[in-house]
């Protein structure tokens, strides 16, 4: 993967060239040629790396046809080392045989698979770390040319450790004296999503106050040390916290990694906050890397500027200088524009002083808290009244005015449907009975024509005029009814 930070992976037990066996009867005599090498190949710029002789190394004199070039190479424990051989972990990798004054070991041959080795190289590094043993050549911090050498060795059985955190066992001998290490490409790395909808990609947009869903994918190598993942948003998004970020298993995120593995604090400037893996954790990854999920959110806030890109940079480091970063998510807030005309007027005759709510919902809810710019072109969504942007002032009725020239622009909501109310009509005109319908575009292209028409609102069938006219119909049929009954009455007297 391009930029991507190689690390040790593991203990190279292939790199013993030599079975360690005891040749009691043959004679000895100590060899101590300091002109061996040992190289890291591709390693990593700005870590260090140390190296400890681990065994010293007597060699026979002339082999002979009686022979094998395992009895000519005999293994013997030194005094930095002999707590580790005798009552440490090491001893139990081995067997030993004393002769005179020097313990002579062999390997034991059930204990040379791969996981064993690598067991035992972290056995070694942390026995060297636990009783500050020095390193046998000076440490190297690696530069622009990705080697560490160590040149004039004396023979011996060596470990390489580096801030990585692995360690690596080498066998040097006259028959192998320039021993070559190469490190493997596998590195911890991380990719950020971005909830859109059901789906997380690498764009979203919302509107101000809106919360933003997020999830970094971070895969971490067996063998690393000092993982930690740093998060840094821009000025338009709000962290919610440590108590919303999570650590998952699983991309679905629904198996949540133990708290105690992981720590979630806030970062320092300009990063919005960091995720830092425990130790233990990282020592009992057994596999060679394993995946890890962490989903956060954030609100937009009152920050965000129209077609400016919010991002969120996903960064994870390791070891003194590992470090890798993924590609920012992107999250954007929109805008559109009204134009408020006369219904009647074929060139669309401009009308001021329309005054409009705004709702995310045909009817009911609440509408929408918005400030205007000090020209009063411009109407933006308010998330926190006192951090909307200078040059703004907070709408006490949350209504909208149109200008001269009919229109209006909202700033700082979603690629969705919105609803505009009209609360104020323009004098002489009827103000709109039903909510307008504006659907928002992702490229802020959208102008809503909203007419008006002009003219005293007429009553409408079963309104007061003809309820007058019925009860006045009424009236007249009871006089009627009550002067023919006195009529009546009258002509019989």
């Not at 292939?14 to 061996?36: C, F, V």
């Not at 200008?403 to 979603?414: A, K, M, R, S, Y």
Request: net charge negative; glycine share 8%; charged share 20%.
């Amino acid at each position: 993967m391009k930029g991507l930070k190689k690390i040790l992976t593991g203990i190279l037990a292939g790199a013993m060239a030599l079975s360690m066996t005891i040749s009691a009867g043959t004679a000895m005599k100590a060899n101590a040629a300091a002109d061996n090498t040992i190289t890291v190949q591709s390693a990593v710029e700005g870590e260090t790396y140390n190296i400890y002789r681990l065994l010293d190394l007597d060699t026979a004199g002339l082999a002979t046809e009686d022979t094998t070039e395992d009895d000519a190479y005999l293994y013997t424990i030194n005094d930095t080392w002999k707590g580790f051989w005798t009552t440490g972990a090491g001893a139990s990798y081995i067997t030993t045989n004393t002769v005179g004054t020097r313990t002579y070991v062999v390997w034991k041959e059930d204990m040379k698979s791969g996981a064993q080795m690598e067991a035992f190289g972290k056995a070694a590094a942390k026995y060297a770390a636990d009783n500050n043993i020095a390193p046998s050549s000076a440490a190297i911090e690696v530069g622009a040319n990705a080697e560490a050498k160590w040149t004039g060795l004396e023979n011996g059985y060596y470990m390489v450790t580096s801030t990585l955190g692995s360690a690596v066992s080498v066998a040097s001998t006259p028959a192998t004296k320039n021993n070559v290490i190469s490190e493997k490409n596998q590195g911890n790395t991380t990719e950020k999503q971005v909830l859109e909808g059901n789906t997380y990609g690498s764009t979203s947009d919302g509107m101000i106050g809106d919360l933003v869903t997020f999830r970094s994918k971070v895969v971490i190598a067996k063998n690393s040390v000092n993982v930690v993942y740093h998060d840094t948003m821009t000025g338009g998004l709000t962290w919610t916290g440590a108590a919303d970020t999570k650590v998952y298993t699983d991309e679905a995120c629904t198996e949540e990694l133990a708290a105690s593995n992981y720590a979630v604090a806030a970062g320092t400037a300009p990063e919005t906050f960091t995720v830092s893996f425990t130790k233990a954790y990282l020592d009992g990854i057994a596999e060679a890397s394993v995946n890890l999920y962490i989903k956060y959110n954030a609100n937009i806030n009152d920050k965000a500027v129209v077609a400016t890109a919010e991002t969120n940079t996903p960064k994870i480091t390791w070891g003194e200088n590992g470090t890798y970063t993924g590609t920012p998510t992107e999250t954007y807030v929109r805008k559109f524009q009204i134009l408020k005309y006369d219904a009647t007027d074929s060139t669309k005759k401009a009308l001021a002083g329309a005054k409009f709510q705004l709702y995310t919902s045909a009817n009911g809810g609440d509408a929408i808290n918005v400030a205007v710019s000090s020209d009063g072109k411009t109407y933006r969504v308010v998330y926190e009244e006192d951090k909307i942007p200078a040059g703004y002032t907070v709408v006490t009725d949350k209504k909208m005015t149109t200008l001269d020239n009919g229109t209006l622009h909202v700033e700082g909501v979603d690629s969705v449907t919105y609803y505009l109310e009209e609360t104020d009509a323009p004098v002489g005109y009827n103000k709109l009975t039903e909510r307008v319908a504006v659907t928002v575009s992702a490229d802020n292209s959208v102008i809503v024509d909203v007419p008006n028409s002009s003219g005293a609102v007429l009553p409408s069938t079963g309104g007061i005029g003809t309820t007058i006219f019925y009860i006045i119909g009424g009236l007249l049929i009871v006089a009627a009814v009550v002067f023919f009954v006195v009529r009546r009455k009258a002509d019989a007297e």
